[in-house]
């Protein structure tokens, strides 16, 4: 079974400066997608970014981007020029590439505060 | 609407009665999922929906927890003789189709709080 590993229960940033929160996660699957959601207060589970494990390349999005450590089953996600509205519970989801259920595997989260 | 939407948005019951949680998903969304997420069991998957089958029921934790589909679109998920274990927030999501690159897309849940 695929598990999914946040070992930062909560982290912390100045705004306007970069945090990383770390995700592994245990797999035999060679193919798999690989998600980063964001959890504000008002519960909505919103997806950051994703990556696709056949491309090496780490996906980005905006000030969001990730290091895919695929031989370490590594993904991080690092947050630059944090801002308040960042300030959520972040969630690192695996969810398989072949077979048929493509439920989501969640990690516990990281709680990440915000200081202004 | 534009995204999902789920309804109660919360729900306190005494303990013993059933509960049925609603989820309507984004218009021409096939795909669609619940989600518990509890303090001490984090987000866990419990059923999905391929149009109105669901394949794999194996997440429910109980007989207790049912879910149907119907024209492939509303989703009831219900649970009967509540225990104050089912207290969670329930999450459902839905996708365009039933692929792993898919992204799903949550509604802001029910908050289900046993008596």
């Known amino acids: 079974a695929q598990t999914v590993t946040q070992s930062q229960p909560e982290m912390s940033v100045q705004e306007a400066e970069t945090v990383t929160l770390s995700c592994t996660y245990d797999t035999s699957e060679s193919d798999y997608y690989l998600f980063w959601y964001k959890q504000p207060p008002s519960r909505q589970m919103i997806l950051v970014i994703r990556?696709?494990?056949?491309?090496?390349q780490n996906a980005t999005e905006n000030r969001f981007s990730v290091n895919f450590q695929k031989a370490a089953k590594s993904f991080s996600l690092k947050i630059s020029d944090s801002q308040l509205g960042d300030a959520a519970m972040y969630f690192c989801?695996?969810?398989?590439?072949?077979?048929?259920?493509?439920?989501?595997?969640f990690g516990k989260g990281t709680l990440l505060t915000v200081n202004p | 609407g534009a995204g999902v939407s789920q309804s109660p948005s919360n729900k306190v019951t005494e303990k013993g009665k059933d509960v049925e949680l609603r989820c309507d998903p984004i218009s021409g969304h096939t795909a669609l999922y619940w989600y518990r997420q509890s303090l001490g069991q984090g987000l866990e998957f419990l059923i999905y929906?391929?149009?109105?089958?669901?394949?794999?029921k194996s997440g429910l934790p109980s007989d207790r927890f049912s879910a149907e589909r119907t024209g492939g679109s509303v989703s009831t998920l219900t649970i009967q003789r509540t225990q104050q274990e089912d207290s969670a927030v329930y999450l459902c999501?839905?996708?365009?189709?039933?692929?792993?690159?898919?992204?799903?897309?949550f509604g802001d849940g029910t908050r289900l709080s046993i008596l």
């Open positions: 989801a695996y969810t398989q590439r072949g077979g048929s259920n493509y439920k989501l595997t």
């Open positions: 999501a839905s996708s365009p189709i039933h692929r792993g690159n898919q992204p799903q897309h």
């Open positions: 929906f391929q149009g109105n089958s669901a394949p794999d």
């Open positions: 990556q696709e494990a056949y491309k090496q």
